[in-house]
């Protein structure tokens, strides 16, 4: 079955780096337009970093500079290199899979806590 496992969260102190990681299996990756989203405690779910099936990649203004989102597709693996961090990054980021590049993710990961104290 299709499962997105995250995984390297973890409690930083700010300025600090994580990187994130994201195996997947059960599809076929290199086909799957791939995101990284976070939801912080009483704030909505947001769209941080996506990559297309080429390496084109977005970002969102929050993390823009900071984050770096890249895939292995010989490894299945999406990952987030995350530097710079800052108190507002605390989170649970999750993983996210697309067949097309519009339209709604339709696989997702069970998330992975990342905390930045100051």
């Known amino acids: 079955q299709v499962q997105l496992v995250e995984s390297g969260g973890g409690s930083v102190q700010a300025g600090g780096s994580l990187r994130l990681s994201c195996a997947a299996s059960?599809?076929?990756?290199?086909?799957?337009?791939m995101a990284w989203f976070r939801q912080a405690p009483g704030k909505e779910r947001e769209g941080i970093a996506s990559?297309?099936?080429?390496?084109?990649?977005s970002y969102a203004d929050s993390v823009e500079g900071r984050f770096t989102i890249s895939r292995d597709n010989a490894k299945n693996t999406l990952y987030l290199q995350m530097n710079s961090l800052k108190a507002e990054d605390t989170a649970m980021y999750f993983c996210a899979a697309r067949r097309w590049s519009q339209g709604s993710y339709a696989y997702w990961g069970q998330g992975t806590q990342v905390t930045v104290s100051s």
């Open positions: 990559i297309d099936t080429q390496g084109t990649t």
């Open positions: 059960g599809f076929t990756y290199s086909w799957y337009y």
